[in-house]
T-cell receptor, first 111, second 116 residues
Framework: QQPVQSPQAVILREGEDAVINCSSSKALYSVHWYRQKHGEAPVFLMILLKGGEQKGHEKISASFNEKKQQSSLYLTASQLSYSGTYFCGTVFWDTGNQFYFGTGTSLTVIP | NAGVMQNPRHLVRRRGQEARLRCSPMKGHSHVYWYRQLPEEGLKFMVYLQKENIIDESGMPKERFSAEFPKEGPSILRIQQVVRGDSAAYFC??????????????FGQGTRLTVV
């Protein structure tokens, strides 16, 4: 049931853009995005509740394609502080009580 | 989020001992989730609890692991007869209502269990 994220890892130079994808084999009710820095707790970024919904947080935005059962996280003009591991968390229609985290994407931004 | 308190932050146990991990959710939150994270891996769901109820424990190993969330006090994740493979970071998260619907889950800083 774990959603699959791609890519597994990405290295960016400051100012470059990146896209992280989260795909599920099951119908999604909602998608959450979290960022975790090494040795720290995951930090909430945003929730997407409706198919087609898009949200933004600073220069980080996300979209949710309910039909394709996937979500994408967009990071534009990346900053050093964006480094970390990004997880999507998904709530499925048939198990709405909890969510599963994706496989994770390690993002490293270098000067 | 500093509002979810986990203790201890670090716990060292010898093989065969018991480990008790505590999680106090944010004020007003009645839903608690436990996740395990192995080194360099993602977060794996273990159990979802509400006050005095286990809602979903499908991610919890059938043996040696148990969790509770009593009416008063913190949620406890108990691991009996620990083995080296139990070494991991255990994160607790809380939310004000049922799993992720319109809400975010706030995470504690985690307990890092090391079994020697």
């Amino acid at each position: 049931q774990q959603p699959v994220q791609s890519p597994q890892a990405v290295i960016l130079r400051e100012g470059e853009d990146a896209v992280i994808n989260c795909s599920s084999s099951k119908a999604l009710y909602s998608v959450h995005w979290y960022r975790q820095k090494h040795g720290e707790a995951p930090v909430f970024l945003m929730i997407l509740l409706k198919g087609g919904e898009q949200k933004g947080h600073e220069k980080i935005s996300a979209s949710f394609n309910e039909k394709k059962q996937q979500s994408s996280l967009y990071l534009t003009a990346s900053q050093l502080s964006y480094s970390g591991t990004y997880f999507c968390g998904t709530v499925f229609w048939d198990t709405g009580n909890q969510f599963y985290f994706g496989t994770g994407t390690s993002l490293t931004v270098i000067p | 989020n500093a509002g979810v308190m986990q203790n201890p932050r670090h716990l060292v146990r010898r093989r065969g001992q018991e480990a008790r991990l505590r999680c106090s959710p944010m004020k007003g939150h009645s839903h608690v989730y436990w996740y395990r994270q192995l080194p360099e891996e993602g977060l794996k769901f273990m159990v979802y609890l509400q006050k005095e109820n286990i809602i979903d424990e499908s991610g919890m190993p059938k043996e040696r692991f148990s969790a509770e969330f009593p009416k008063e006090g913190p949620s406890i994740l108990r691991i009996q007869q620990v083995v080296r493979g139990d070494s991991a970071a255990y994160f607790c998260a809380s939310s004000p209502k049922s799993g992720g619907l319109n809400t975010e889950a706030f995470f504690g800083q985690g307990t890092r269990l090391t079994v020697v």
